[in-house]
């Protein structure tokens, strides 16, 4: 039986801010069928906002459009198709935005967060198993990252969740999905940082203060907070930063702390200028690796021969290089003892209906993570 539910629908990407007024995301009526084979029905009880939505909303990436956007979030199981066993209805998940379909060459050789039929699926606003099968009437629906989460529920593929104890919070759950695995996969498995390593991170969101949660629990015994706004030092500081840097000239001043350059840096900032200053401020073989998503035409420069002869090696992190089965449960476990305080990233809660609002806010980096609570 099919189910109608409220939504977030975005129609037009690229309006005009404020979004406050423009309001490109209207929550409207949809409906959902019974999962099929390999789906599951997802009630949402947090969702969070994350700056890959805000560039679906205003146009820096490009998805198939009419869709709800949403990627980051955590729910309750309501009902599950034919020949899905992981889970049970009533079972608690946290949501996962690449489909880890475990049969392509990718997923085989231990890399899901590089999915190939998880990323085509993406690309053309589907699930793995087909559609896409949200519904405004007659007219279709596209799929978010197969979860479309800025929603009261979400049909997603068995193979986009992963179970999370009973007692843990929706609102922190919902984190991990995105914010966590990122950030802190992009310390601990993209740039392997290893114990008493000096770290540079630029960008402080909630995916770059999970990459200091991350350098921190690797051993890193330096740590510098790189932000543009000098309000985020305290919470840098109160992560596990050691030193906190602010606004232009980023690299000077991480070299006037750390003149030979750090082990690793690591950008979050979505901008190709940020992303030079971090490799400007990494030693001779030293990594430097980004989470950011510029619009896709934006280019960094680097000479080649520097690359070379300093041995250097950047890389690009998706999803942290993390494999969600194995690395949710283990966040979870640190996030328990204490280790990996990721509830210090949220910033406020709100409701659906605030959520053009709340484009704003992100757009203007004046929060970490503001989560939807349903
Ligand atoms: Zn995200
Ligand atoms: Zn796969």
New binding site residues.
């Given amino acids: 039986m099919s189910i109608s539910f409220r939504a977030a629908v975005l129609r037009t990407a690229g309006s005009p801010r404020p979004y406050a007024r423009s309001r490109p995301l209207a929550i409207e009526t949809v409906s959902l069928p019974a999962p099929g084979a390999g789906e599951v029905l997802v009630r949402i009880k947090a969702a969070s906002l994350?700056?890959?939505d805000l560039s679906v909303v205003n146009g820096d990436r490009r998805w198939p459009l009419p869709i709800v956007p949403g990627?980051?979030a955590a729910g309750v199981v309501t009902e599950i198709g034919p020949e899905v066993a992981s889970v049970a209805p009533g079972d608690r998940v946290a949501l996962i935005?690449l489909t880890q379909c475990g049969r392509c060459a990718r997923c085989v050789e231990g890399q899901p967060h590089l999915c190939e039929r998880g990323t085509q699926a993406n690309r053309e606003g589907r699930l793995i198993s087909g559609g896409p099968h949200l519904r405004a009437g007659a007219e279709a629906i596209h799929h978010h990252m197969g979860l479309s989460a800025f929603a009261e529920h979400a049909l997603v593929s068995e193979a986009s969740l992963v179970k999370i104890p009973h007692d843990l919070g929706f609102v922190e759950a919902s984190l991990f999905g995105?914010?966590v695995m990122?950030g802190a996969g992009s310390a601990l498995y993209s740039a392997a940082i290893r114990p008493g390593e000096s770290v540079v991170v630029f960008g402080l969101g909630g995916v770059g203060l999970a990459a200091i949660l991350g350098a921190r629990s690797a051993g890193a015994t330096r740590i510098i907070a790189v932000d543009s706004n000098p309000e985020k030092r305290p919470l840098a500081l109160a992560l596990g930063a050691s030193d906190f840097v602010a606004g232009d000239g980023a690299a000077a001043a991480v070299r006037a702390l750390v003149p030979q350059g750090v082990d690793a840096a690591l950008d979050a900032t979505g901008t190709v200028e940020a992303f030079e200053q971090a490799l400007d401020c990494t030693r001779r073989g030293g990594r430097t690796v980004s989470t950011s998503l510029p619009e896709a035409s934006r280019a960094f420069r680097f000479p080649l021969s520097r690359l070379v002869a300093e041995a250097r090696a950047i890389r690009g992190s998706y999803i942290g290089s993390c494999v969600p089965s194995r690395d949710i449960p283990a966040f979870v476990g640190l996030y328990r003892q204490g280790r990996l305080p990721v509830d210090k990233l949220v910033s406020r809660t709100i409701g659906l209906e605030d959520i053009n609002e709340a484009m704003d806010a992100l757009a203007d980096a004046s929060v970490i993570r503001q989560v939807i609570a349903f």
């Fill in positions: 994350c700056h890959s990627h980051e935005f995105c914010a990122c």
